[in-house]
């Protein structure tokens, strides 16, 4: 079992940039795939990037291509999300999930395949 804690959420403005990171428990971190979610009021749940156990792969939505980078530590436990170029829609609640990964080729897109969850972290956007 892992836990996840966000944190580095905040009120940035428009063009600026941003860090978030997910903090894990456990011994085991380096055999989870890991992902970053984020939600806006009143809807779904929406991927925004996963990362294979070993970090050799990443996957983003085309929303934030180029913008943001997934990256891990497996030594310090904790999974990042670098926000670059920052827009008003992307204010949510981000949040970063985990799954038991069979190889090191795994990673999903959907919320429903990670069964780990953090609380989530506000990031807000002005323009």
């Known amino acids: 079992q892992v836990q996840l804690v966000e944190s580095g959420g905040g009120l940035v403005q428009a063009g600026g940039s941003l860090r978030v990171s997910c903090a894990a428990s456990g011994r085991t971190f380096s055999a989870y795939a890991m992902a970053w979610f984020r939600q806006y009021p009143g809807k779904e749940r929406e991927f925004v990037a996963a990362?294979?156990?070993?970090?050799?792969?990443?996957d983003y939505a085309d929303s934030v291509k180029g913008r943001f980078t997934i990256s891990r530590d497996n030594a310090k436990n904790t999974v990042y999300l670098q926000m670059n170029s920052l827009k008003p829609e992307d204010t949510a609640v981000y949040s970063c999930a985990a799954v038991l990964a069979p190889s090191r080729s795994y990673y999903y897109t959907e919320g429903y395949q990670y069964n780990y969850w953090g609380q989530g972290t506000q990031v807000t956007v002005s323009s």
């Open positions: 990362i294979t156990r070993g970090g050799g792969t990443t």
